[in-house]
């Protein structure tokens, strides 16, 4: 049986101690240590990913199912594959064209549809997290405010769901299908069932958070019997669940169809128009509205002054829940009720 002269080892026949003489790392480091001057022939087997060199066809072979730079190579083609698919799927879909009249040139519109978030909400969500993140919005945010950030936030641009309303007196809202085909949406309910179930997550946090920090407070204030904190922090109670139900705009929704139907396009054309000069003409009326508002709000009188002279009074009670205010009003019991309601507006 022919053995290795370097090593000892044995093998059948001299096919494999020549192939052992030529690949084994261990006999080839004692070849090296007893003859230095030695060129000792070996097989190479380069990885063509990273260049790595081996004895054996095998281990090359193992080699490439692990090699980063290889998983690497393959993660680029998946994606070149699914952007693939997508730049395919882009293609199939319907568009909405608009021949412009001056020029005669075409444009595509690639409007989603709402059936396209039955399954996948998080969009909505994203839209509403931005312009809805506080419980100030909570308990000041009522269902007008909820319609005007739908149609400015989710129902304008290019690539949002095309939704319009063709008759305002009968509430007649309308969407695009998967196919551009024009659906009616009786009382906005599919609308209203999407938005609802898209802000509910964002609500319940919100409501939650506040709902703890409230009744911690009460506790505190009953465990030291301060009574006149103990009476607010429950009227506070009180005004945070009245609002948490305000948001359900599925079971008492009015206000939020009404406004929509103030807001929203009134054909598929008209929201083309809007959309293609890049801004919507509600907002700008509805700023202007918004500053009046913000006016009369701060002039209006409580108890013989404006609520702009009451303001650092009403910032020291929300930061710290302290009644302070001038003493006309504070020793008069009927006018210390409409100050304290003004405070916790």
Same mark, same amino acid.
């Given at each position: 049986m022919p053995f290795c002269n370097y090593c000892n080892s044995e093998f059948h026949n001299k096919c494999n101690l020549n192939k052992h003489q030529r690949t084994s790392?261990? +006999?080839? !480091? @004692?070849? $090296? $240590? !007893?003859d230095p001057n030695k060129i000792i022939e070996r097989d190479i087997y380069e990885c063509k990913y990273c260049q790595r060199q081996l004895t054996t !066809?095998?281990?090359? #072979? #193992?080699? @490439?199912?692990? +090699?980063?730079? #290889?998983?690497?190579?393959l993660d680029i083609l998946e994606k070149v594959e699914k952007l693939t698919q997508e730049i395919v799927q882009l293609k199939e879909k319907p568009v909405i064209n608009v021949t412009n009249?001056?020029?005669?040139? @075409?444009?595509?519109?690639?409007?989603t549809s709402l059936l396209d978030y039955n399954n996948n909400l998080e969009p909505i969500t994203q839209k509403f997290e931005k312009h809805y993140n506080s419980i100030e919005h909570l308990?000041?945010?009522?269902?007008?405010?909820?319609a005007d950030i739908t149609v400015q936030h989710f129902l304008s641009g290019k690539d949002q769901p095309m939704y319009f309303i063709t008759d305002r007196s009968r509430n007649k809202f309308?969407?695009?299908?998967?196919?551009?085909?024009?659906?009616?949406?009786?009382?906005? @309910?599919?609308?209203?069932?999407l938005v609802y179930r898209g802000l509910k997550p964002i609500i319940d946090n919100l409501y939650k958070a506040e709902f703890k920090n409230l009744k911690d407070q009460l506790a505190r204030y009953l465990r030291n019997d301060i009574e006149a904190s103990i009476q607010l922090t429950r009227i506070e109670l009180k005004e945070l669940e009245e609002s948490y139900k305000k948001t359900n705009i599925l079971e008492a929704g009015d206000d939020y169809i009404l406004?929509?139907?103030k807001c929203l396009p009134s054909s598929i054309k008209d929201r083309i128009f809007h959309d293609s000069i890049g801004f919507s003409m509600d907002e700008d009326l509805s700023s202007t509205a918004d500053l009046q508002i913000e006016l009369e709000k701060a002039t209006r009188i409580i108890c013989g002054y404006t609520a702009n002279e009451l303001r650092d009074y009403k910032k020291i009670y929300k930061e710290t829940h302290i009644i302070k205010g001038p003493k006309s009003i504070i020793e008069d019991p009927i006018k210390i009720k409409i100050y304290i309601d003004f405070l916790n507006d």
């Amino acid at each position: 049986m022919p053995f290795c002269n370097y090593c000892n080892s044995e093998f059948h026949n001299k096919c494999n101690l020549n192939k052992h003489q030529r690949t084994s790392k261990y +006999c080839l !480091k @004692i070849q $090296q $240590q !007893k003859d230095p001057n030695k060129i000792i022939e070996r097989d190479i087997y380069e990885c063509k990913y990273c260049q790595r060199q081996l004895t054996t !066809k095998f281990t090359l #072979n #193992n080699h @490439i199912k692990i +090699c980063k730079k #290889n998983n690497s190579n393959l993660d680029i083609l998946e994606k070149v594959e699914k952007l693939t698919q997508e730049i395919v799927q882009l293609k199939e879909k319907p568009v909405i064209n608009v021949t412009n009249n001056t020029n005669n040139t @075409i444009t595509n519109y690639n409007y989603t549809s709402l059936l396209d978030y039955n399954n996948n909400l998080e969009p909505i969500t994203q839209k509403f997290e931005k312009h809805y993140n506080s419980i100030e919005h909570l308990l000041r945010c009522d269902q007008k405010k909820l319609a005007d950030i739908t149609v400015q936030h989710f129902l304008s641009g290019k690539d949002q769901p095309m939704y319009f309303i063709t008759d305002r007196s009968r509430n007649k809202f309308m969407f695009t299908d998967k196919e551009n085909n024009e659906k009616e949406d009786p009382n906005a @309910i599919l609308l209203r069932r999407l938005v609802y179930r898209g802000l509910k997550p964002i609500i319940d946090n919100l409501y939650k958070a506040e709902f703890k920090n409230l009744k911690d407070q009460l506790a505190r204030y009953l465990r030291n019997d301060i009574e006149a904190s103990i009476q607010l922090t429950r009227i506070e109670l009180k005004e945070l669940e009245e609002s948490y139900k305000k948001t359900n705009i599925l079971e008492a929704g009015d206000d939020y169809i009404l406004q929509l139907s103030k807001c929203l396009p009134s054909s598929i054309k008209d929201r083309i128009f809007h959309d293609s000069i890049g801004f919507s003409m509600d907002e700008d009326l509805s700023s202007t509205a918004d500053l009046q508002i913000e006016l009369e709000k701060a002039t209006r009188i409580i108890c013989g002054y404006t609520a702009n002279e009451l303001r650092d009074y009403k910032k020291i009670y929300k930061e710290t829940h302290i009644i302070k205010g001038p003493k006309s009003i504070i020793e008069d019991p009927i006018k210390i009720k409409i100050y304290i309601d003004f405070l916790n507006d």
